[in-house]
């Protein structure tokens, strides 16, 4: 046979084999649901509102790179298998070509960003796929758009990419920010960061008194508020969790979550909590699913009385990492019962929100509904203790169980203060009935317990004992004694003098280490005696604890010196875990 006619033939054969690969490739796409045809050119550079172009010679470019064609898109599949047989032909000539003497010339292509789409040589670039090629010489034109484009690129993207462009002849971002990436995943959501500059807008009209244009509204919305969130979002590592998404994506899907947030809450939240909440969901891993799970099984067959609550720390963690460890309390918790008694918890917290300029938000939990009535005498009285602070402050009403409501609503604030009315009793059956010992077990926030006074928090008496919580009632001390400028007291109770050396050695070594004066005592008769009788004798106004030591269900039938405490002490309980 003629050796011309027999390359031919095996030419066409490779032809036919790629044929058929083409139309499995076709029907599998089609089967998941996606592309598997090149991109239209001309649709993607009237989509993208092409601004010009410039020549950029021959180079070498990836073949998988090339993801379009300018007219013979639909005669090849996305990996340049053919997909007519009209073809074949001049496919075989082209074949041969790679192997002649002659060779072939290199392709023409635009370029798009990372992206090329084929002007000239598509037989070329499927020919070299099949052969093996990574590579292809091609005389290259850059075509400039607002919005580059990668080899990932596909239909639903392009639409994205479109909605981008539009973002962008609007808000102008990009002549501002040369360096500028607001890609995101999900189409539409251009439409929702335009919303949010208007909202940005209106309100930098009402502070500044004039007309503000929608460029220098998206350029200070850019540079104050979406910058910051997405560095946070980034230093703390939240991107790991979500996959295939963007740092927009995750502003966008926190803005969200913080508006459902708020919604149940009934009052706003701030950008550090949205942020932790979104924190939160990122690290759903199985051991907090698992955790999650034991939490709800204790709370729906023993209405939540052995759950132990977050590790000591936690909060504090959580704080340090979105806010500034000299502001660490922001939000305050008041849980109110609307009794005559009850409002002493109000007006304790309302001393710690002025001097942490914090919001104060109380709540009126009812398991049953509760008159218009009461709901208005409730909001009378908290509006008059409330009179002439000037922090923000609100108080809702809201129907459902008191702890997990509380413990719920505690996730997002720093400090919890209650009024101690009922406090775990002596016995084992007092505790465990005592709402007030479920929430200190669970609650995953510092819990002020305030009996009924108001106490000026000028001087405070440290209970340390070197346990993990502990730790965290010492930190906290320190973090008061720099910010309110008030003195403190420590205390370690033991019946071995060493030991309680030991604990006040500890104490006395951080505190030096953080510049603060404090009274070191040390008792050996019992422990709750102790810390009244000396909180007493040096003068101090309030208590600072850690949290329950043993488990659930032990310092039940045990006890603690936390519940004693409670159940004497004249002035406010801080406990800490």
Partial sequence: MNPYLESYSAAINDFHRARNRAQLKVLLAKLKGQPSDLLDFEEVRKRLK???SIERGLR???LDAIVGSLGRYHDFTRDFLPKQD???????RVRLAFTGLSGIPPIEVYQIGEAYFVKDGNHRVSVARQLGATHIQAYVTEVKTRVPLTPDIHPDTLIIKEEYVEFLEKTRLDLHYPNLDLSVSIAGQYKVLLEHIEVHRYFMGVEHKREISLEEAAANWYETYYLPIVKRIIELG?????????PTDLYLFMSEHRAEIEKRLGWEMRTEKAILALMDRAQNSLSTQLTSLVEKIDTLVLGGKFSAGPPPGEWRQRAIAVASPSALIQDILVPIDGEEGGWFAIQQARTIAEREQASLRAIHVTENSSSEQENLYLQETFEQLMRGCQVAHDLVVVKGDIADTICDRSRYIDLVVMNVRYPPGPLPLDRLVSGFR??????????LATPQVVSPLSKGLLAFNGSPKAQEALYMAVYLAKKWSIPITVLSVDEKSSKAQKYLGIARKHLTYRKVNAEYVH?????????????DQYGCDFIIVGGYGYAPLVQVLRGSVVDELLRKSTIPLLICR
């Fill in 86 to 92: 009209h073809i074949k032909d001049r496919w075989a």
């Fill in 238 to 246: 939240i991107l790991r969790s979500y996959p295939n998404r963007t």
């Fill in 50 to 52: 092409a601004q010009g």
């Fill in 438 to 447: 479920e929430l200190v077990q669970r609650c995953p926030r510092p819990i």
């Fill in 60 to 62: 070498q470019i990836p």
């Fill in 523 to 535: 008792r050996t008769e019992p422990v709750s005696d102790s810390i009244l009788s000396t909180a």
